[in-house]
Nanobody, 123 residues
Framework: QMQLVESGGGLVQAGGSLRLSCAAS????????MAWFRQAPGKEREFLIY????????YSPDSLKGRFAISRDDDKSTVYLQMNNLAPEDTAVYHC????????????????WGPGTQVTVSS
């Protein structure tokens, strides 16, 4: 089993930035692709971005490019989500997820999930 714990959420004003962290344990972190999803109240979970196990490849939808970026530190078994120019519609619980080797956009492909961290953006 892999355990994932997110941190770094909180309340931020519109236009601000946050960096979320996700610390992993229990499995060799460098073998796992890592992804971020979010779920707003009353909405389905939404894929945001992933990074491959090697760190050489990442993917996010065009709608998020330029605002959200992902990075990983294998020495710390941690993946980060840098979020810039936040808007109220970014308010959600943000989850990290892990799967072996390559990332995908489908939440069902990820066997390991963190409990999430709340991000609230005020207008």
């Amino acid at each position: 089993q892999m355990q994932l714990v997110e941190s770094g959420g909180g309340l931020v004003q519109a236009g601000g930035s946050l960096r979320l962290s996700c610390a992993a344990s229990g499995r060799p972190f460098s073998n796992y692709a890592m992804a971020w999803f979010r779920q707003a109240p009353g909405k389905e979970r939404e894929f945001l971005i992933y990074i491959s196990y090697s760190g050489q490849y990442s993917y996010s939808p065009d709608s998020l490019k330029g605002r959200f970026a992902i990075s990983r530190d294998d020495d710390k078994s941690t993946v980060y989500l840098q979020m810039n120019n936040l808007a109220p519609e970014d308010t959600a619980v943000y989850h990290c997820a892990a799967r072996l080797y390559e990332g995908t956009t489908a939440e069902g492909d990820y066997p390991y999930w963190g409990p999430g961290t709340q991000v609230t953006v005020s207008s």
